[in-house]
């Protein structure tokens, strides 16, 4: 992305534009990159033509908001300024043990599934998965993981039914070793499913509402 989209792109944003619509002037957004009311007219115009954002000229003000497009290209932008400045291959997301439905772990414990998580993390998982909602303040740090590579085990068809792809990150709570596993294909959720060769729960003591952080290998 161009440094000068992504200079604007990242102002409307901290202004409120990545989550709604934000009530904002040309003079207004000139003021806060520090140009001129017709260079922030041509910035604005430019930015609509990348689809970097939206504009909703019906209210008596114009509202802007950032596109999904927007939203990806300051996702890499993320990406990439932490790397340079964290210098590590990894990320931490703090959260909470909530409780599951039980879902992950049945899905985890289909034998094909095992197979494959076997063969690409090196265990076999316990039956069941740790819950961790993320923190509001850690959801880009999700969003960072759910871009990278990581493992695909690959979906299958058993008894009529599809089991779909996942994909799973290498992970450390408190010097365990574990995984955390997502669907390829799913809505988006603020809660992780951790897997493990051993029951998390007990062997970490962990209950529900308690605060955690999990180490992710990216």
Not at 138 to 146: A, G, M, N, Q, S
Request: neutral net charge.
């Amino acid at each position: 992305m161009d440094s000068k989209f992504a200079f604007a792109l990242r102002k409307i944003a901290l202004l409120g534009g990545l989550e709604d619509y934000v009530a904002l002037s040309s003079r207004e957004l000139g003021d806060t990159l520090e140009m001129s009311q017709q260079s922030a007219s041509k910035r604005i115009l430019e930015l609509l033509d990348e689809n970097l954002i939206t504009r909703d000229l019906g209210a008596r003000r114009q509202r802007i908001k950032v596109t999904s497009k927007g939203r990806d290209e300051l996702k890499q932008e993320y990406s990439e300024y932490r790397k340079i400045f964290e210098l590590a291959d990894q990320v931490t997301l703090h959260g909470t043990v909530t409780e599951g439905m039980g879902e992950g772990g049945y899905y985890i414990c289909q034998p094909r599934y095992i197979e494959q998580i076997e063969a690409l993390m090196g265990f076999v998982p316990y039956e069941g998965t740790l819950n961790v909602l993320v923190d509001k303040e850690d959801l880009p740090k999700l969003d960072v993981v759910k871009g990278s590579t990581g493992h695909r085990i690959n979906g299958f068809v058993q008894d009529g039914r599809s089991f779909g792809n996942v994909i799973a990150h290498t992970a450390k709570i408190r010097n365990v070793e574990c995984a955390i596993v997502m669907p390829e294909r799913s809505h988006y959720s603020n809660v992780i499913e951790i897997i493990c060769q051993y029951h998390l729960r007990r062997t970490l003591t962990l209950d529900n509402g308690e605060r955690i952080d999990v180490k992710i290998k990216i």
